[in-house]
């Protein structure tokens, strides 16, 4: 299956510095990718869906401008925490659907998990 | 709006045995359903993706089936081994047009040697 990869794997941060997730699709090219957000114990929660040359298209309750999305290639897309606060700690993983096959099957990334001191 | 159920929560058997996980969604008008497994800290794995015309999907020891009519489906695991312990998924997309998956709580296999 196609292959999706994610920088870094693992971030701790200090309240209030920014964090950049990359999230990349090594062997095919996605105009679509989406990021979730999942809290221990439950289950992912769809954050965004990222637009490869247009803005990002958020869910209810998720703040744009804390969230910054950016999906600059067909085949990255980032996702930036702004001013972390220790509530943001969570795991965020993001999706690609590759559309060289005949399914729409989406490819999940291993994650990223940020902490938040 | 769509709502993904699944059941059990949590379960827990000894090496072996043959399971089945539940999925259940409110919206039968679901263009496919896809299953996944998520080990404790990782990413998610696709397991199986079953098309909304297809009834049913087989991989290795795995079997999902799917039932729009009536909102289910299932995955059975053929002779459970230690390494399947994990946290499987069922994920259905919002719409049609979109990819934007909703998925269920998750079941917690634990597979006791």
């Known amino acids: 299956g196609a292959v999706v990869s994610q920088h870094p794997s693992w971030v701790i941060c200090k309240s209030g510095t920014s964090v950049k997730i990359e999230c990349r699709s090594l062997?095919?090219?996605?105009?679509?990718m989406f990021w979730y957000r999942q809290f221990p114990k439950q289950s992912l929660m769809l954050m965004a869906t990222s637009n490869e040359g247009s803005k990002a298209t958020y869910e209810q309750g998720v703040e744009k401008d804390k969230f910054l999305i950016n999906h600059a290639s067909l085949t990255l897309s980032t996702l930036t925490v702004t001013s972390a606060h220790p509530e943001d700690s969570s795991f965020y993983i993001c999706?690609?659907?590759?559309?060289?096959?005949?399914?729409?099957?989406?490819?999940f990334g291993p994650g990223t998990r940020l902490t938040v001191l | 709006k769509q709502e993904v159920t699944q059941i059990p929560a949590a379960l827990s058997v000894p090496e072996g045995e043959n399971l089945v996980l539940n999925c259940s969604f409110t919206d039968s008008a679901i263009y496919n359903l896809q299953w996944f497994r998520q080990d404790p800290g990782k990413g998610l794995t696709s397991l199986l993706l079953?098309?909304?015309?297809?009834r049913e999907q087989t991989s290795g020891r795995l079997n999902a089936s799917l039932d729009k009519s009536s909102g289910r489906s299932t995955l059975y695991i053929a002779a459970s081994q230690p390494g399947d312990s994990a946290t499987y998924l069922c994920a259905v997309p919002m719409n049609n047009a979109g990819n934007m998956l909703t998925f269920g709580g998750g079941t917690r296999l634990m597979v006791k040697p």
């Open positions: 079953i098309q909304s015309s297809q």
């Open positions: 062997d095919f090219q996605a105009t679509t």
């Open positions: 999706s690609a659907r590759d559309f060289r096959g005949t399914f729409n099957e989406q490819f």
